[in-house]
């Protein structure tokens, strides 16, 4: 054995030095811990709390119930009803594939669902509710909600959903909501506008009104507290510190829901000429006072519901390949030739030239200009007639005449005056301004062809009976007759209030026309149907509400030499799609006007027959409500208190 010296100096000194180091290793360690305490516990405690107590809390949002939408008289045309539906919550759940099959034992969840459920959450995150299921009975939810101790991250949920009473009726105006798209994301302004688009099932407006109406309709989110287990489930709703959401704006319309599906259900009655046709067809009713569209209905229509809870693939295909053009809005969309309809401009037109309206001319039932003959509707010819009885018999060969010297420029600014080759702030996207022809226009549509820039005379024989290059839309039609029986710029809208923001009439000022000149056209529209003209099948008996109009068939089809050896000689000989349209325009009563109205009936081949028996049937339906003797609805009285909703 080896002995120390323990008088050895230097080895002391080595003993002495690591003492010294070990105790002060020891010290600054404990030290250390009691800095760290301090800071856990003393400096940063609020801190630590917070987050403690974000482990024992989640924050939920609260979706706002959307705004209703609702007709002048407070009908709902779009609501919100109950929605039972499953969310999961990812980050709870841990095992997601798990809990996927356990809901599926109850209601069906296809793959396609489940690799839909698998994105939603790569790109909303674990910790956001993903929506699995929505729209179940009470007995599936029941059962779902008995299985929930089994379930972890399951939450079943009470929500909203848009629901769209009136159906088809309204389709076109209302317009329908759907999914959140990235682009909606990234459309929007702030962070917590992005975070209440990722709440599950959340619809934004697509089409329509609610599309246009987006933000007044949304409303605003709100926030509440709950308290979760260990294994994430949720044991108390903090109710009392919530925030609730605020409830999006009420649009209150100037539909009248009622006349409305009257109108929808005329619309859709076959025509007489081909009972077992069905109809496509449009029709538009103004007050003229107040410019507010009553009717603005077009048919066939969708049924913004089958939208609303995710359209079936095969009904998509069949709205979008139909001849009938479901899917299209007939009444702002829809560009059809206005046929004789255009006659009430063309005399106005006519006297602005300088014409009298007692001069006549005789028709023989055709007329030679150029190097062709142009025809009348009319084979046998109407004889002698003047302006009055041009208007009442429908004669193409007395505005044949006028045609020869009148100044297209001054046709088409006359056009333009009653409302003709314009859009109007509707709220609702995809409305045609049609064509309304002069020389500069022909100039830019034929820019890469010189030759054929130059205006020929023989093209305002065609225009003049509103054939041609000339085209309009259903709703131009009705803002031509409002603006024909009152020599007013009438104009249309179709929102009257946004919440408690009552929205003033637009102002009609007087059109700079020689009243003398409106009330030759007015005569000639009151013979039209009062007189035994073209339409005296659409005459309204009641003295009260008498109605002037004018009948229009515009050709689609020239029917050739070929087609009369095959025996195609009649319009109702050619297959649907080459038929010529029927037209009608209308007002009443005829002493004091209230009241216009277009009715558009594709392929429905004579105005007289097809399209001004339906015009008299809704405006038969306008009378006898009279909507503008009653006060249309003060949107203040619906003012509601929300109802929070947890998502």
């Keep these: 054995m080896v002995s120390v010296n323990a008088h050895d100096p230097e080895r002391q000194e080595i003993v002495s030095r690591r003492t010294v180091l070990l105790g002060g290793g020891v010290s600054l360690f404990f030290a250390g811990i009691g800095a760290r305490l301090y800071q856990l516990q003393i400096a940063e405690h609020q801190k630590y709390r917070d987050l403690a107590q974000n482990n024992q809390f989640n924050k939920r949002i609260l979706t706002p119930l959307r705004g209703e939408i609702v007709d002048r008289f407070g009908e709902p045309l779009a609501s919100n009803r109950k929605n039972f539906r499953i969310l999961l919550v990812p980050e709870q759940a841990r095992d997601v594939d798990a809990a996927l099959d356990k809901i599926s034992k109850i209601t069906p969840v296809s793959e396609d669902k489940r690799a839909r459920i698998m994105r939603e959450i790569r790109r909303r995150g674990a910790f956001t509710p993903v929506q699995i299921a929505d729209n179940l009975s009470w007995e599936d ?11 972890a991250g399951v939450l ?3 929500g909203e959903t848009r629901d769209y ?3 088809a009726e309204a389709a076109f105006v209302i317009g329908y909501v759907g999914a959140v798209t990235e682009r909606d994301l990234a459309a929007q302004e702030s962070d917590d506008e992005r975070i209440l688009l990722r709440q599950p099932g959340f619809k934004v407006g697509r089409e329509g009104l609610e599309r246009t109406y987006e933000k007044e309709l949304r409303g605003a989110a709100g926030a509440m507290n ?6 994430g489930r949720v044991i108390e709703e903090m109710v009392d510190s919530a925030v609730p959401p605020v409830q ?30 069905p109809q496509s067809a449009a029709a538009v009713v103004i007050d003229v006072v107040t410019g507010d569209i009553l009717v603005l209905a077009s048919t066939p229509a969708f049924n913004p519901n089958d939208f609303n809870v995710g359209i079936d693939p095969q009904l998509w295909k069949e709205l979008n390949e139909s001849p009938y053009k479901p899917l299209l809005n007939k009444p702002l969309s829809g560009v059809y030739p206005p046929g004789s309809t255009f006659k009430v401009i063309s005399a106005i037109a006519a006297q602005r030239a ?3 309206p007692s001069e006549t001319a005789y028709c023989p039932g055709r007329v030679w200009y150029g190097n062709r003959y142009f025809h009348c509707w009319k084979r046998g010819g109407h004889g002698t007639l003047d302006m009055k009885g041009a208007i009442k018999h429908s004669c193409d060969v007395y505005f044949y005449e006028i045609a020869k010297t009148l100044d297209i420029d001054l046709l088409a600014e006359t056009a333009r005056d009653f409302g003709l ?17 002069d020389r500069d226009w022909k100039k830019q549509y034929f820019a890469g062809n010189p030759a054929q820039q130059p205006w020929f005379q023989g093209e305002t024989l065609s225009c003049i009976i509103g054939q041609g290059y000339v085209t309009s839309t259903p709703l131009q039609l009705a803002v031509m007759a409002a603006r024909v029986a009152t020599g007013r710029a009438v104009r249309p809208r179709l929102v009257r209030a946004v919440g408690d923001l009552v929205l003033p009439a637009p102002e009609a000022a007087p059109i700079d026309v020689d009243h003398d000149y409106l009330s030759v056209v007015h005569a000639g529209m009151n013979a039209v149907t009062n007189e035994w003209g073209t339409a005296a099948r659409s005459r309204i008996e009641d003295p009260d509400w008498q109605m002037a109009g004018k009948t229009g068939t515009s050709q689609v089809y020239q029917i050739t030499a070929e087609d009369r050896a095959r025996g195609l000689d009649k319009p109702e000989d050619l297959p649907w799609a080459r038929r010529d349209h029927a037209l009608f325009v209308s007002y009443m009563p005829y002493e004091n006007p209230r009241y216009a109205c277009s009715v558009v009936v594709e392929h429905g081949i004579g105005g007289s027959r097809a399209a001004g028996p339906k015009a008299r049937d809704i405006m038969k339906a306008v009378a006898e409500k ?4 009653r006060t249309p609805l003060d949107p203040r009285t619906l003012a509601r208190a929300p109802s929070p909703r947890e998502s």
């Excluded at 709950?226 to 294994?231: D, G, P």
Aim: charged share 20%.
């Design 165 to 167: 009473p009136h159906g």
């Design 141 to 151: 939810f029941s059962k779902i909600n008995f299985e929930l101790p089994h379930l």
């Design 354 to 356: 300088g014409m009298k």
């Design 248 to 277: 999006g704006k009420t649009l209150a319309l100037t539909i009248d829901s009622d006349l409305q599906a009257h109108a929808m259900k005329v619309l859709s009655v076959p025509g007489e000429r081909m009972p077992d046709e």
């Design 626 to 629: 009279d909507p503008a003797s």
């Design 421 to 437: 080759g314009q859009t109007y702030e509707l709220g609702i996207s995809g409305q045609q301004r049609g064509v309304i022809p």
């Design 226 to 231: 709950v308290k979760i287990n260990a294994h």
């Design 156 to 158: 079943p949920d009470v």
